[in-house]
Nanobody, 127 residues
Framework: QVQLVESGGGSVRPGSSLILSCVVSGRTFNHYGMGWFRQAPGKEREFVAA????????RYGESVKGRFTISRENAKNTVYLQMSALKSEDTAVYFC????????????????????WGQGTQVTVAS
């Protein structure tokens, strides 16, 4: 059974930093790319960041480039999202996701290519 469990969300002030974690079980973690998506109230799910299985190919949504960093620690079956210079518009529920295809040639940014999702963790940025 594949499980993804996010943690690290919270309420912070604009300009702050936060690190989200996602622990994966039930898959050979280092064979799969990982992604982070977010969904704000009344909005569609938005791509945030993705990292391929090798940890080399990282992709970012335009709104977070230069502020967010995705990384993985295979020994802990964990993917991270380091968020800095947070803005109110970053407020959303953040979801981690596991690529449905093992050893994909490059990091996917398409939500339909991710087969498993975590339950989400709330990030609120407000003064």
């Amino acid at each position: 059974q594949v499980q993804l469990v996010e943690s690290g969300g919270g309420s912070v002030r604009p300009g702050s930093s936060l690190i989200l974690s996602c622990v994966v079980s039930g898959r050979t973690f280092n064979h799969y790319g990982m992604g982070w998506f977010r969904q704000a109230p009344g909005k569609e799910r938005e791509f945030v960041a993705a990292l391929d299985w090798s940890g080399i190919d990282a992709r970012y949504g335009e709104s977070v480039k230069g502020r967010f960093t995705i990384s993985r620690e295979n020994a802990k079956n964990t993917v991270y999202l380091q968020m800095s210079a947070l803005k109110s518009e970053d407020t959303a529920v953040y979801f981690c996701a596991l690529d449905s295809l093992a050893l994909r040639a490059e990091a996917s940014t398409v939500s339909t290519e991710f087969g498993y999702w975590g339950q989400g963790t709330q990030v609120t940025v407000a003064s």
